[in-house]
């Protein structure tokens, strides 16, 4: 019998359970626990710095065209958005019309830029409002921007260098769970003080019988909340209102939801919209026609976990985003597919990336799939990826909340995960989708 150590060593013909995820963004992501993640390369633009036109409004043609060169530093402005910067991503968005600048008044000695903004202020000051994030004042009482992993909490929008269209929101209170329900540790104060240092992050355990009975209750809990959650998903709905579904339906199965105080995460459940790869906050954000969203699902029941996760289509999808997510389901079936006793972890790595790579996808690198039990993250770690040339950077970002990981480019992300069972001729997925699952993947029907 081979006795699992690593990501490398093979599995032995018993009975260890992991989760297997699968991340992917556009031009590049997968991860896998197996998670995926894809990526594209970013596209840099120029700016044209106020204070400096401001400065030469009576300078010559030339002088401005230098001046639309004029890199401003980062964080100028607002969320880190030059006026000019939120205007033109408002333009390409539909929202509003960005004002001409007339260079031939410039350069006859008129005011420019300053004067033809002035006169387009009037109809144009409205756009700033939806240019920024949700403030307090317009959401319900006490609902304010999360910092610090969730220690901390923010009236204003942080400032920060965002690397696509996305914004985070207020979030509202963190929800309460009735006394009677069995809690992890970390329940009262947001600090587990098992997992850390449990031997089962250094070796992998074997499940009893018992414990595997108790994991399929579980993991068939979670896959019923995960598949609540998918019902309400249309344009218009908050992800908060989809976490307090998941708050709710767990509750209800008499189950605790593990993400919810884990280290202070304030939500009970991570919804990932777009370019987020994951941990994404539940927040005041409506889902627009067009989106994507991962809803990352875990729940705690008789004293163990269950992890699963899916990414659903919101509305009208471009057909690159149905491609992604596509790829994504795919890469996760393919892994699951070659789980036996035997198998080392580092082929489930291969045949993810040599599938995404396929599709012009690559594998971010910074997540990976992990045991799971008693404790909600222990050994083993599931490598999702190997070397590949495929086209896009894997690269991750986080946000000033330290939770919502971004990609480095603002392309989309997906993920699909599942909680596995090996047994002594191969694999058993506990959190597989019911005859009572949403219809929600056109790929999956008949």
Not at 23 to 35: E, K
Not at 67 to 90: F, I, Q, S, T
Not at 123 to 142: C, D, F, I
Request: charged share 25%; net charge positive.
């Amino acid at each position: 019998m081979a006795e699992a150590h690593g990501p490398n060593p093979a599995l032995g013909p018993v009975r260890p359970i992991y989760t297997s995820a699968t991340r992917v963004h556009a031009t590049a992501t997968i991860l896998a626990s197996i998670l995926f993640c894809l990526e594209a390369k970013s596209k840099q633009t120029k700016t044209l710095s106020l204070s400096y036109l401001r400065r030469r409004r009576a300078a010559t043609d030339r002088t401005l065209a230098a001046a639309a060169a004029v890199r401003r530093p980062a964080g100028y402005g607002e969320g880190g958005l030059g006026v000019v910067d939120r205007l033109r991503a408002l333009r390409q968005a539909g929202v509003a019309s960005m004002p001409q600048v007339r260079a031939t008044e410039a350069s006859s000695g008129g005011c420019g830029f300053l004067e033809c903004f002035k006169e387009a202020w009037s109809s144009h000051k409205s756009v700033h409002t939806k240019v920024s994030a949700l403030t307090p004042q317009q959401s319900p009482e006490g609902w304010e921007y999360c910092l610090k992993k969730g220690r901390m909490r923010t009236s204003q929008l942080p400032r920060y260098d965002w690397t696509g269209p996305l914004r985070p929101y207020p979030i509202s209170k963190m929800r309460v769970v009735p006394d009677k329900i069995e809690k992890p540790d970390w329940a009262l104060d947001g600090i587990p003080k098992i997992e850390p240092d449990s031997d089962l992050q250094k070796s992998v355990e074997i499940k009893t019988p018992e414990q595997i009975e108790r994991m399929r209750e579980t993991c068939r809990i979670a896959r019923e909340v995960l598949d609540a959650a998918a019902r309400v998903i249309k344009p218009g709905i908050t992800t908060d209102e989809i976490d307090r579904v998941v708050h709710e339906e767990t509750i209800a199965r008499g189950g605790y939801p593990s993400p919810l105080n884990y280290h202070f995460f304030p939500k009970s459940c991570c919804t990932s919209v777009n370019e987020v790869i994951c941990h994404g906050i539940p927040d005041a954000r409506k889902l627009e026609d067009g989106d994507i969203v991962n809803v990352d699902v875990t729940v705690y029941y008789k004293g163990v976990h269950g992890d699963l996760n899916e990414t659903y289509f919101v509305g009208n999808v471009d057909e690159a985003s149905k491609q992604l997510v596509h790829c994504t389901y795919e890469c996760l079936d393919k892994a699951i597919a070659i789980v036996k006793p035997g198998v080392r972890f580092r082929e489930v790595g291969e045949i993810i990336s040599r599938h995404a790579s396929m599709s012009g996808l690559s594998v971010v690198k910074s997540y990976c799939g992990h045991g799971i039990g008693e404790l909600f993250h222990c050994a083993p770690n599931i490598p999702h990826y190997s070397r590949n040339k495929a086209v896009g950077v894997w690269h991750d970002r986080l946000w000033p909340d330290e939770w919502t990981a971004v990609t480095a480019d603002g392309k989309r992300s997906a993920q699909f995960e599942h909680t596995l069972l090996v047994t002594e001729t191969g694999v058993e997925v506990l959190t597989a989708r019911l005859p009572s699952s949403p219809d929600v993947f056109s790929w999956l029907k008949p």
